[in-house]
């Protein structure tokens, strides 16, 4: 091994093609799901054609490619972290894009959505040096609780995936039991009137009757999804090298094969898609521009890019590379930027994946070269319609197995960093954990606990990523002032 070879720090370690196929590729199966999952909410919000909802999408995963590239690779030292980052769309702003949508239905909505994309992300790409600045309050007591909750919020989300979906689809609407439960109401009513009494209010007799879901928590389902755990698991205890770093990957493609033989993956979708598509600006009309909108998205990637600190600095601890303020302001440069482009390509408001971020922990694989694979691969996929639908037939409960995995490495991550915090010699620490992290599980025990609040504050507050980061910041700030100004950088 050369000299120059061995000064080349990990991250910028440039791998066989082959291999960087096959780990791009396994980016690229892990944020698929949520990927796709919001032109599809945004898109029936609208009221859009299925023709339509698929033109979001593969604009979503072009867009998704295209801006992974610049922030994986980078583009001159205003754009791009320069660490394996896979970014999408953000979730963060399906609440005032569904609120759009619900007043501007049709391509007037989605021009007005687009258009507040726009706005939001030029102002973003111009507050992300000041955002920059926020990194000498990020001390180990406060990345390590951000990074803690940042897995746990996942591991919803994981678990949501194994048993086929959020907790509210476990069960449904009983509607003959009701219908008979509305019928004898009125009944009684009416026999109260003919009795010469007033009509009375119409009152069920008891609460509305559910009926547990057959497809949630299947137990077919979960047990392909503990298969694909465990078998990941075996992969990274009894293999080496390249075979334990697709152990993801391995272990989704063989819980696909049992679903296959099971009949629980079909591939109707791949019949019926198109081999090529072109992604073109301005597909759906120039974007319109309202000053209330721009400013309710802006708020929302301020939301973003504190979330972004967040898994940057996951990022830098996993793989030993320390970020700079310059570096971290090109990396929340680019989240505006991906939402400017998001919006120019009829696509939305852009965030770096915390989902990929599990995947880096989980292999040890800490080359960006393998994102720039993963931005590659959805670009492509994004003009073949056909192999985006491939992808998208594989299982939620196969992504689940694997979602279990590696959003419990975020969180475990989180508590590595949380174990290097001095107890000891600050009690005052254990004060920053424990209600940074306790007010960062309250929107997932609760998550409407903000519904007697103004609206406008929703985004901020049902997100327990930014609660959580506001709250250790402020409580570091009152216990230990700024001293630790530079532990962020360093560590």
Known sequence: MSSQTMTVHPVDEKLPVGKLTALGMQHVMVMYAGAVAVPLIVGRALKLTPEQVTMLISADLFCCGLVTLIQSFGLSKWFGIKLPVMMGVTFAAVGPMVAIANGTPGIEGARAIFGAGIGAGVLAI????LMSRLLRFFPPVVTGAIIAIIGISLMKVGVGWALG???NLAQTVDVPKLAAMVDSARATAAAAVESGVAAPALKLPGPIPMIDSITYGALDNLAIAAFVMVLILLLVKFT????????VLLGMAAGCAIAIAMGKMTFEKVGKAHWFDVVTPFAFGMPTFDIVQILTFTVVMVVVMIESTGMFLALSDMTDKPVSQSQLAAGLRTDGLGTVIGGI???FPHTSFSQNVGLVAVTGVKSRWVCIAGGIIMVVLGMLPKMAAFVEAIPQFVLGGAGLVMFGMVAATG???LSSVDYRGNRF?????????GFGMVPLVAPHWMQQMPHALHPLLESGILLTAIAAVVLNLFFNGAKEEDAAVAH
């Open 126 to 129: 111009l507050i992300a040096p």
């Open 240 to 247: 080496r090298g390249f075979l334990s770093n697709i152990s």
């Open 429 to 437: 620490n254990l004060y920053i954990v424990a209600l940074s992290i």
């Open 165 to 167: 979906g959020p907790a």
């Open 415 to 417: 508590i590595r960093i």
């Open 345 to 347: 390509f009829n696509t």
